[in-house]
């Protein structure tokens, strides 16, 4: 078995502990526990002011996984990570051109880092490994290996969604973003509906097709394009919920309850997770339905993130007002129906208060995926499961059809789904629970890393061995 380099923007720190929250790092943590091998990428932390580049990436060994980690200088995390990645290409991916600033800057930054990502990863390679890069801070980085001549097989997995062509070509580059994507000999999706945003993409400019084996020409390049569908450790996590009353927090935010139905929403504070509709929605809920007033809590756990980014800012502070004002206009001296709170939860104190949620609120206004829809799902308790609220615009949303599917753009669709979310019997609650588990149980994440993985090992028929890809600055 080839050793395995896996490549992302972010790498949890190598200590135990906590690790950040994001789906990105909690999806790998699991599968690089399992395989081990090489985890590169940027350190978390900054350059001294006046060094622009770090001499080499510091290595540290933790479980059988080496972590290579490498220090950013800040123009460099303001031009790659604020600017291009999450100020450009975050907000468009999730369909939100209102929300983009691109800048020239930003752009020199973004590729700057990718070969600097190039040049610090290369002398840790060697000729049998095979890479994995993650996400859409690193789309270029196989073009950047390439150039330096590197032949070993990259694969590329996108977390967020790939948007449909006229939302892409907003992008000025975005001819260049695919240039370098075909430098991938793997590239992966979320869900088939991303695939098939490429694939129009790639026919109407005119750049590439659907070969007849299944994969893609894509700029010349024959490259595997396909869906895989990131899981969670569905069994751990699952027995991990059904123990978690050992934990005091957990037994006292139970108590707490005095017998209320909880409702849960746990997100990073992102604009696409749908927080302020999902506030609104609940606060036309109590007042569309008297008899739920002091009957139930609704507790939204929301770690700040990105904060070095305009957007996310002023969010915090709207998110902030909205829950602040809903319970200022509906609270009673002895119950407050929104319990926000702005910090980051363990994923074993998560486990016990997902189980103990009659209803899970996950409603982003668009998401790659979703995992915190796939932990309230195995974290349940079979003989009396709770629901699960999910937006249809979530990629989990293609795979849980046991969902109470919701527009969350609709504020009093969304209302009127936590009524009958709250009000489902036992055995539709047992039904659509079982059909939603056996799939996360089926395909985990130990399922979505060997597919990958399997399709990346497989060797490209000769006859259409990649080729040089030039990269173009
Ligand atoms: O690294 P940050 O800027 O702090 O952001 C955290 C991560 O957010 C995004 O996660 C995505 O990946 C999940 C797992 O595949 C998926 O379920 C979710 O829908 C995505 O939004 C981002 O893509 C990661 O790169 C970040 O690390
Ligand atoms: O306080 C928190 C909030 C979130 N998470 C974890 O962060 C991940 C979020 O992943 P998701 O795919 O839902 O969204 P992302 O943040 O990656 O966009 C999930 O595993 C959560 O359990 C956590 O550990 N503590």
């Given amino acids: ?17 906590t690790p950040p929250a994001g789906g990105l790092a909690v999806a790998l943590s699991g599968a690089m526990k399992e395989r081990g091998g090489i985890w590169f990428g940027w350190s978390g932390r900054t350059l001294p002011a006046g060094q622009d580049e770090p001499e080499a990436p510091e290595l540290v060994e933790s479980d059988g996984v080496t972590y290579g980690l490498l220090d950013l200088g800040e123009r460099d995390l303001d031009d790659y990570y604020a600017g291009f990645s999450n100020r450009m290409l975050w907000p468009l991916f999730h369909y939100r051109m209102d929300l983009t600033e691109f800048t020239r800057v930003n752009l020199g930054g973004y590729y700057r880092v990718n070969r600097l990502f190039a040049k610090q990863l290369l002398p840790l390679i060697q000729p049998d490994d095979i890479i994995w890069v993650h996400d859409y801070h690193l789309i270029p980085l196989a073009a950047e290996l390439r150039a330096a001549g590197l032949q070993n097989r990259i694969g590329f997995f996108l977390h967020i969604p790939f948007p449909p062509h006229d939302i892409f070509t907003v992008l000025p580059n975005h001819a260049d973003i695919v240039r370098r994507l075909a430098a991938y000999d793997v590239v992966g999706f979320q869900t088939p509906p991303d695939v098939e945003n490429f694939e129009t993409y790639v026919r109407r400019e005119g750049v590439g097709r659907r070969l ?27 027995t991990t919920a059904a123990s978690a009353n050992r934990h005091a927090l957990v037994r006292r935010m139970r108590e707490s309850l005095e017998g209320r139905k909880l409702l849960i929403g746990v997100d990073r504070l992102d604009y696409s997770k749908g927080i302020a509709q999902r506030i609104q929605a609940y606060e036309t809920f109590l007042t569309l339905d008297e008899m739920w007033r002091g009957r139930c809590t609704y507790l939204q756990v929301t770690p700040k993130s990105r904060g070095e980014v305009p957007e996310y800012v002023a969010m915090e502070r709207e998110v902030a007002e909205l829950a602040g004002r809903v319970n200022g206009a509906h609270a009673e001296l002895d119950w407050t129906p929104i319990r926000y709170v702005n910090r980051t ?25 979703n995992l915190v829809a796939k932990e309230y799902v195995a974290a349940q308790d079979p003989e009396d499961p709770g629901v699960l609220l999910l937006s249809r615009f979530a990629g989990a949303a293609c795979e849980l059809e046991g969902a109470l599917l919701t527009n969350p753009y609709d504020v009093d669709g969304t209302a009127g789904a936590i009524v009958r979310a709250l009000e489902m019997p036992l055995d539709e609650r047992q039904d659509r629970w079982r059909r939603m588990f056996e799939r996360i149980r089926d395909r985990d994440v130990a399922w979505w890393r060997n597919n990958f993985l399997e399709a990346l090992e497989r060797p490209a028929p000769e006859a259409t061995r990649p080729g040089k890809i030039a990269v173009v600055r």
């Fill in 212 to 238: 007849p084996d299944g994969r893609f020409l894509v700029y010349g390049r024959a490259i595997t394009v396909d869906d895989f569908p990131v899981g969670i450790e569905t069994q751990v996590f699952a």
């Fill in 1 to 17: 078995m080839s050793r395995l380099i896996v490549v992302s923007n972010r790498v949890p720190a190598p200590e135990p502990g």
């Fill in 345 to 369: 939860v363990s994923r074993n104190t998560l486990a016990g208060l997902y189980r103990m949620a009659h209803v899970g609120l996950v409603t982003p206004l668009r998401d790659g995926m």
